[in-house]
T-cell receptor
């Protein structure tokens, strides 16, 4: 069965520092996508970054980058130069192209300390 | 362009009452879905639809009903509300999930409390 696991319920980071959020997944598919979504206190879900499994290069969006290890089925999110506005719940997600279902992890709450 | 419009934002029900959460998108998206978000459990898929007239169950479908008569609308019905259905509900859509590469567009969520 396809699963997504986020083992860190909560993380803290000092403003301007770097933090890495972990995500592991399980799938038998060879070609797929992985996503990180952010949910700030406003409750709105916002796409942070997307990774295509067949691409060896890790995706990057400004201060956000991923460390994608396909063989290890690991998909971690690195936030550099953390800002107060980065404080949010972060969800790792995997859309199963064969069954049309998005699977979400349980989330990691990130606190940014001033 | 309104995106995904979800109503109401807040709702309080008594056990046994029924209600419908509304979801509409104006982006001509094929795929629409409903999730519930509970603390420590992430987002769990309730029902989804890959086009008008086509719906299917997700991970936690019991106690919920859906239909999709138009491309734009995908309402979620609670048949007989129970306290276990207290949650935050999200509607989400994407142009197509066939390749898995499409991001989801989310509504603003509904905080539902069942007393």
């Amino acid at each position: 069965a396809q699963t997504v696991t986020q083992s860190q319920p909560e993380m803290s980071v000092q403003e301007a520092e770097t933090v890495t959020l972990s995500c592991t997944y399980d799938t038998s598919e060879s070609d797929y996508y992985l996503f990180w979504y952010k949910q700030p206190p406003s409750r709105q879900m916002i796409l942070v970054i997307r990774q295509e499994a067949y691409k060896q290069q890790n995706a990057t969006e400004n201060r956000f980058s991923v460390n994608f290890q396909k063989a290890a089925k690991s998909f971690s999110l690195k936030i550099s130069d953390s800002q107060l506005g980065d404080a949010a719940m972060y969800f790792c997600a995997y859309p199963t192209s064969g069954t049309y279902k998005y699977i979400f992890g349980t989330g990691t709450r990130l606190k940014v300390l001033a | 362009n309104a995106g995904v419009t979800q109503t109401p934002k807040f709702q309080v029900l008594k056990t046994g009452q029924s209600m419908t959460l509304q979801c509409a998108q104006d982006m001509n998206h094929e795929y629409m879905s409903w999730y519930r978000q509970d603390p420590g459990m992430g987002l769990r898929l309730i029902h989804y639809s890959v086009g008008a007239g086509i719906t299917d169950q997700g991970e936690v479908p019991n106690g919920y009903n859906v239909s999709r008569s138009t491309t734009e609308d995908f309402p979620l019905r609670l048949l007989s509300a129970a306290p276990s259905q207290t949650s935050v509900y999200f509607c989400a859509s994407s142009y197509s999930i066939w390749t898995g590469g499409e991001k989801l567009f989310f509504g603003s969520g509904t905080q539902l409390s069942v007393l």
